[in-house]
């Protein structure tokens, strides 16, 4: 689960991030068009002005018109795709689509030469990237694996101990405990048991050497063979 939201946060910042950059870049685009959209319309003005005084002809009027239709198409075209990003930014940052105050990038992309270290980069990488710690956590879960499957074909050395309650008697049930023949009576099986006085304890090692064991040999090279495919493509990834 930590790493799925790792990964939700790291590619929510990277869409922001990228999203911003390109409403920025929206922005100085409508800005561009917009300039150029005055600067066609004053020469519309001025060939309009030359044409009533017949200093030029109708087709060089009609020129200057055409061209300032296209400088306001594309300084619209350029307001929509402004608008367009904006609204992908709201709601990637939860705001409400229908506000109608306009969001407008404040800070202009860096000029200045950037130059980064390429190992901490890299150990950067290496420590945060969620593919890399997923595949590495995958890597410890089947090593542990490996590790309880090998204890199944291993030789075993357990100690073990008992203590024991022992009944005697003729009888399995029954009132007399009286035999006729000890002091403590044993003619009832579990009145003898629940006296407590036939006890035995033991202690000693058990030594056990597993045979064949074909099935558990091959889970465990089978699990060799899948931590040897998963350090392989941890490699590649990093």
């Known amino acids: 689960d930590d790493l799925i939201h790792g990964r939700i946060e790291r590619d929510l910042v990277r869409d922001i991030g990228e999203v911003y950059w390109e409403t920025y870049l929206a922005w100085q685009d409508y800005i561009a068009e917009r300039e150029a959209a005055t600067s066609t319309q004053r020469l519309w003005e001025f060939a309009k002005d030359k044409f009533a005084s017949g200093l030029v002809g109708v087709v060089d009027e009609a020129q200057a018109e055409d061209g300032l239709y296209e400088a306001k198409a594309r300084r619209d075209q350029s307001l929509s795709v402004f608008f367009q990003?904006?609204?992908?930014?709201?709601?990637?940052?939860?705001?409400?689509?229908?506000?109608p105050q306009i969001l407008f990038p404040s800070d202009a992309p860096i000029e200045a030469e950037v130059i980064l270290s390429r190992d901490a980069c890299l150990q950067e990488a290496f420590t945060h990237r969620v593919e890399l710690r997923k595949q590495k956590t995958q890597v410890q879960s089947l090593e542990l694996q490996l590790c309880a499957a090998r204890n199944l074909v291993n030789p075993r050395l357990d100690f073990v101990s008992g203590y024991r309650l022992n009944g005697f008697g003729d009888n399995l049930l029954d009132d007399r405990n009286a035999d006729n023949v000890t002091t403590d009576g044993y003619n009832s099986a579990y009145g003898s048991l629940f006296r407590n006085k036939q006890t035995s304890w033991d202690l000693g090692l058990e030594y056990t050497i597993p045979l064949w064991l074909r099935s558990e040999r091959a889970q465990v090279r089978q699990l060799e063979l899948r931590i040897a495919k998963a350090r392989s493509a941890l490699s590649a990834q990093e």
């Not at 990003?85 to 689509?97: H, M, S, T």
């Open 85 to 99: 990003n904006e609204a992908r930014l709201r709601r990637l940052l939860g705001l409400p689509i229908d506000d």
